[in-house]
């Protein structure tokens, strides 16, 4: 099932987004997910995880300190909190769930990819 991310939009330096991933598979639940974000002109790159159990996996050195990722079992939907933003955080950023349930792997390009929210950073 397709999760579905809202939350993007512009914001200046400094300022805070937080994300949301949700999915109405109550499966989405058992799925380690996973938060990634393609700027332009570059390759989609690994944000932020969180395993199937809520574990974090380690952050991307990008978001170390600055973002936060997040799970609400009961609402079948992941955030991702970001702080501090940057110009450089200007991206489409994506929630991605692994099919598999119970699997700590984070997710690839076979399992189940939302469409995208834009996050603009001003300077």
């Known amino acids: 099932v397709q999760p579905i991310e809202i939350g993007g939009g512009l914001v200046q330096t400094g300022g805070s987004l937080r994300l949301s991933c949700a999915a109405s598979a109550p499966t989405f639940s058992t799925s380690t997910v996973g938060w990634f974000r393609q700027a332009p002109g570059k390759e989609r790159v690994f944000v932020a995880g969180i395993k199937w159990n809520g574990s974090v996996t380690p952050y991307a050195d990008f978001s170390k300190g600055r973002f936060t990722i997040s799970r609400d079992t009961a609402k079948n939907t992941v955030y991702l909190r970001m702080d501090n933003l940057k110009p450089e955080d200007t991206a489409v950023y994506y929630c991605?769930?692994?099919?598999?349930?119970?699997?700590?792997?984070?997710?690839?390009?076979?399992?189940?990819w939302g469409v995208g929210t834009q996050v603009t950073v001003s300077s």
């Open positions: 991605a769930a692994n099919k598999s349930p119970y699997d700590s792997a984070l997710p690839g390009g076979d399992d189940y």
